[in-house]
């Protein structure tokens, strides 16, 4: 035997470590983790692009002006009191 075939033996003599028989389900709850992280920001990045799809499309389109219409006003109502 080879000096390496006797190092190999010795390897597979030991004992494995206590703490490998809980990787498997911490890699799988890293991996769930990070597919949800990643699903958040997937969602965030949509809805950053909406929301200045929306405000790009507003600022095109053009707007009519607005008009008040005082339509069932109070007498009591604030700007009635101010004289407005």
């Given at each position: 035997m080879t000096d390496l075939d006797q190092m190999l033996d010795a390897v597979r003599a030991t004992p494995t470590?206590?703490?490998l028989a809980g990787m498997d389900d911490a890699?799988?709850?890293g991996m769930a983790d990070?597919?949800?992280r990643m699903t958040a920001r997937r969602s965030l990045m949509l809805a950053g692009i909406v929301a200045i799809g929306i405000?790009?499309?507003g600022s095109i389109l053009p707007a009519a002006p607005a008009q008040a219409m005082p339509i069932g006003m109070s007498d009591?109502?604030?700007?009635?009191?101010?004289?407005?």
């Open positions: 470590d206590a703490r890699v799988l709850t990070r597919r949800e405000g790009w499309t009591y109502a604030p700007s009635r009191l101010l004289g407005q």
